[in-house]
Structures are given as C-alpha cells and as structure tokens.
C-alpha cells in the first residue's frame, strides 16, 4: 500500500496543497512557513476518514486547537472565503484508490460537520455522502470506517493505516518524567511520557545480549557518548532525590566514567540520551502507528547525533513500513537522508508573495552531494529554500 | 511563464528590488532563490560585495550542477553587484595589474593582509579602466565572469550592476532628468543636494 498524494484546501495557510509524499518526509522551512500546519492537515484527514473530527480528537491527536473562524483560509488576496475545508488522499493498493472529505468548521458546538466524503476505485464512485444524501446521517461523524457498503473492502486498510496517527512532540520536563504527558497515548505518550513503559516492553535479552526492539543495545549506546547501560526500573532512593516527582517506572542509566552502583534516573540524565531513546522506541515499539509525524525532529540533539538518528530512524521506518512527517531546522538532519531512495523524501515549505504555503519536493542529484555540496550546505545557502529571505 | 529565479546579492534590500523588477518586467510572480555564501570563522564574507565574490568563487566549478541539479531547477541567476564597488574598493582591482605588488602572487584580495594594514598599493581610480559608469560596470562584469568561470553568451547567467548601488535607483523615481542610469556618484550629486 502506498500513499501517493494528499491534498489540502482552505485549511489555515494551506489554500489549496497537494504533494507526494514518501515514508519518510522530512519539512523545513522558515519559522511560520506552515511546516506543522501541513502536520495538523493529515491529523485532521485522519481523524475525518477513521472517526469525526471535534477538539477531543484533535488533541488526542496533538493538533493545536484554534477558533473556527482560523481553521479556514483568511488571506486579504481572496475573494471569496471558501465554505469548507478539503483534504484528499489517493493511494495505490494493487488498485488506485482515493479518499475525499469536505467539512464545515464548528459553529455552535465543537464539533466539524461532514459536508460531502466520498471514496473511489480507479475513478469510479465505491461510496458517497453529502449534505443531499437521502440516508439520515449524522454529519458530526465520518462514515467510511463503518459504512456497512464498504464492510470487508480493501479500500479500508487506509484508514487503519492512518487512523493511529498523531503529531509526537517529546518535551524535556516530561521525558525526564517531572510533568505529566497532556496526550497519554499508547505506547509512549505524544510527549513522552510513556517512555519509560514503552522502552520496557521492547527491552529484551536475547543470548546474552540486550536489545531495544531490533537493535542492540550496545549500537544505541554508541550514540549516547556517555552511558554504558541503561535499564527500567522503579524509582528508589538510590538513583532519585525523593523529592522530585516521578512516574512509575523510569529509565536508569549507568556512566561509564561513573562506579557501577551510581546509577541515575532520566531525571539527571542529558536530555540527548532521553530524545535519543525516545525516537527509537517509537520507531520500534509494535504498538506505534503506522503512520506520525514528529514536529522538531532534531530538538536537543547534537548537529552530529542527529544526522546519524536520522540515518537510523529513516531505516527503521522504512524497515516497518511505516510512514512518518517531520519537521527540523537542524541541516545536519539533512545529511542523514538518502535522498537517493525515493522513499525518503524532502519537501521545503515557503510562503509564496500573498503569503500562501508553498511547498516544493526538493531533488538533488548524487554527483552534486558528492562534489563538497552536502545538503546541509545547500540549505543553509539558500539553494533549497526553507530559510527566511531576508536574515 | 513562471520561472525559478536565483538572486545572488549584495544585501536583504538589492534582493527585495531585484525581485520587484523581475516580476515586473516578466509580469509574472516568480519563485525566488536567494543564494548567500557561508561567512567565515570571523563572520567575513556572508554577505556584501565580498559575499557575492565569495559565492562565485565557491561555486564556479559546480555552478551547472547547482542551478540543473537540485530541484526545482533554477531557469536564471542573477548576480547582483554594486558599481560603487569599482569605485571604492582596491580589492577588486588587485588583479588588474596597474601597479606592481608581490602580494598578489601569495594572497587572496579578500585575505590580504596589505589591504587590511591599509598597505595596498592600488590607486584609485584604476588607470585601467574607462572612469565612468559605463566603464565601472563593465570592469565588474568581466570579474565576476572570471570568478565564475563563463564566458559573455552563458545564457543561465543575468550579471546586473546597478549604478552606483541598488537603493541610489530611488534617484530615478524623484529626479526628473536624462540618462539617469549614467549618473556617477549620485548620493552627492543629486540626493544630498
């Protein structure tokens, strides 16, 4: 199953957006370009095509909640305003399917109302609704998941491909366990804060050797200059001050510099290590959606510890068959795709003259990264665009 | 048709009027590329005149790859450069040979210490070159060919040299007078007066 466009309109600075995305699709762009908008648009097709959209959902799924009247376009060049926000996605599942949705922004309540959804098989209608359909629906909830015209069809793969998906936003406070995750979802939190439970269930001995889902532990250490063992444990006096506050079970870490029995917690551990762990886990963890997106990939990471999670975590992904959205401003993160693979894929996101998001797939040739022109260099001299003009 | 443009400039302002004028010309909303050199350790040549050298030196053997290889290609650079330039800065006129200097064979005219000891020997204005505006332009024209490796017909390429810099042109909104592109100096000779 592969996902071969989506599509944006009338949704905050999306007028009208579409692209192809990969499994791995990475956004830059300069600050308020519309890189997590274009995070919150999938949220929102997501939670239109699996469930209904309303401010519970949303946040479930990490998306920003805004007025109704912001939801929609609101450029000064426009004419008209658009009534309804529209989003699409076309996949090719041995055949070419695609899912349409048209939906009012609340009025009275929270809720967003279904104006028309409809999916199609190589063009032809399988199943549709609007405002005029005679069925008596409820236009609060998207009907192609339980639609009983779609029962058992192929065409619903999408939506359980999609329907996990959340926008994962790992914090400090709430790695090193002291905050409590505002969207607790299963397996790690959107903030984290999971961590410590999700690492656990992928943390496994196998002959002799530790290993965080499909990797060694020793190769994760590697990334993590400092440690020389990690562990999940319950929280005791001899690893946290008893006064800091803490969830059920924590990470332990062992200093190779350190004696064995001075171990700590995430809690004083370099928040490196902790975004580190956490991008594995979600990469690996078998309860991790299929599909996510990460806003600010690279925060806290080392410009050389994110180039090299990068080259792993793209590997993981397209090893699981998953599909992920991230944004960076780290042009080392850049470095670490293999833009080679048309799998991985980098997109810049600019405002055009009215101030409409724009974004471009971004191609660059193997002989120009190998002739001293890394893409990390080609972002920061503008040849890629993604950077503010004027700085 | 709507064309990828790349800006390479002095400065923030010389992009925001190149842009300006392109549309305007083409009567089409471009997309813009506005490429800069990495400044150095000591935060010298990211941008300036000595950026714009800078970029096309950094560049002048993989310039085709540059502008064709990365997509969305670029249809058209434009190198901007102020004519003031050749007015005002020896640098530019290390190579010229009007006087003799056995730095030239050892340093770079950005990272010569004579210059920057105030010891350059170059006298301004160049004895090589015709001293007019016409003369000023031409003589940057032909450097920046030079530090980019191409010849006069390279068709990807849009050398511009505004006289005497980008932002004195406001002269030719206010000034009602002939050949105002000719006009040399005009921050004394017509906006302070």
Known sequence: MTITEINVKNFKSLYDVSFQPGKVNVFIGANGSGKSTILEAIGILSAAMTDRVNNNVLQRKGIRLSTSSLYKSKFKTMKREGLTVDMGIQWVDEEKYDYTVHLTTPTDDDAWKYHSESVNQEGNLLWGRSNRSFALLNHNIGYFMVTETLNGHRCRKMGQYIEKYG??????????????????????????????????????????????????????????????????????????????????????????????????TGYDASEGALYVLFMLCLAMHPESPSMFAIDSFDHALNPRLAKRLTEIFSQLMLESHRTVFMTTHNPLVLDGLDLCNDDIRLFAVSRNKDGYAVLNRIQVSKELLESGQPLSRLWINGRLGGVPELI | MRKMIGIVGEGPTDYMVIKEVIDHITGEANEYRRLQP?????????????????WCETNSGVLDKVLHEVTPQIDLLVIQMDADVSRKEREVHCLCGSVGCEAREVSHPLR??????????????CSMHVQDAGGYEEHLRELIRQWLGICANNEDVLITIPCDSTDAWIVAAYQDCDDVEKIENPWESVIAR
């Not at chain 1, 002291?178 to 804060?193: F, H, K, Y």
């Not at chain 1, 190779?256 to 001075?262: E, G, M, P, S, V």
């Not at chain 2, 010569?112 to 204005?125: D, M, N, R, S």
Request: net charge neutral; hydrophobic share 40%; charged share 25%.
């Open chain 1, 167 to 264: 926008i994962y936003q790992p914090d400090t406070p709430t790695l090193r366990g002291i905050v409590a995750d505002t969207t607790q979802v299963s397996p790690i939190g959107l903030n984290g804060g999971r961590m410590a439970d999700a690492l656990k269930e992928i943390l496994k001995s196998t002959d002799g050797d530790m290993k965080l889902g499909t990797l060694y532990v020793e190769d994760i250490l590697d990334m993590i200059d400092w440690a020389s063992g990690f562990d999940i444990t319950a929280p005791k006096k001899a690893n946290l001050n008893p006064g800091v506050p803490s969830t059920r079970q924590v990470i332990e870490f062992k200093d190779r510099f350190l004696k064995a029995n001075a171990t700590f």
């Open chain 2, 38 to 54: 990495e400044p150095d350790m000591a935060g010298r040549f990211g941008n300036g005149w000595k950026g714009v050298w800078k």
């Open chain 2, 112 to 125: 010569c210490a004579k210059v920057t000891e105030g010891q350059c020997p170059v006298i301004l204005p």
